[in-house]
């Protein structure tokens, strides 16, 4: 895994950028796994990605579909066995995007359950301070 494009000193206001590079970099169909610690920012980056100014919240169901774009937290995922239930790829079906946070854990599931019609990328945030963060983008 080697990263493919990163940003340094990310401010809250530096996102809507962001996305639009991310767009112009990855190949869709495409999972895009955020990977940071809570708080780093994985749901304000989706809720910028999705345009449409909030990221519909996974307190009732994981996965959500905006447009062209799914998005999952896997937050509350205790086994990977458990993914097998989420029928993710009926979600998937002429999208572009699949989001999913605190992924990476079950990337190997993800992999194999979603196929290979779509690439895989990680989507690392790192917090720097209170306002800063470091993004990296890496193919897997």
Same mark, same amino acid.
């Given at each position: 895994?080697?990263?493919?494009?990163?940003?340094?000193?990310?401010?809250?206001?530096?996102?809507?950028?962001?996305?639009?590079?991310?767009?112009?970099?990855? *190949?869709?169909?495409?999972?895009?796994?955020?990977?940071?610690?809570?708080?780093?920012?994985?749901?304000?980056?989706?809720?910028?990605?999705?345009?449409?100014?909030?990221a519909p919240s996974p307190t009732y169901s994981?996965?959500?579909?905006?447009?062209?774009?799914?998005?999952?937290?896997?937050?509350?995922?205790?086994?990977?066995?458990?993914?097998?239930?989420?029928?993710?790829?009926?979600?998937?079906?002429?999208?572009?995007?699949?989001?999913?946070?605190?992924?990476?854990?079950?990337?190997?599931?993800? *992999?194999?359950?979603?196929?290979?019609?779509?690439?895989?990328? *990680?989507?690392?945030?790192?917090?720097?301070?209170?306002?800063?963060?470091?993004?990296?983008?890496?193919?897997?």
């Amino acid at each position: 895994m080697s990263v493919i494009r990163s940003w340094k000193k990310v401010l809250e206001s530096d996102l809507p950028n962001i996305v639009i590079e991310l767009k112009e970099v990855v *190949q869709p169909p495409c999972v895009i796994i955020l990977d940071g610690p809570v708080g780093a920012g994985k749901t304000t980056f989706t809720r910028l990605f999705l345009e449409k100014g909030e990221a519909p919240s996974p307190t009732y169901s994981l996965i959500n579909e905006v447009d062209n774009i799914v998005h999952a937290d896997l937050y509350r995922i205790e086994k990977k066995e458990e993914l097998i239930h989420l029928e993710i790829p009926m979600y998937l079906e002429e999208k572009d995007y699949f989001l999913i946070e605190w992924g990476m854990p079950y990337l190997y599931e993800l *992999q194999r359950i979603i196929g290979d019609e779509f690439k895989f990328y *990680q989507l690392k945030i790192e917090i720097v301070n209170e306002k800063s963060r470091h993004f990296f983008l890496s193919k897997l």
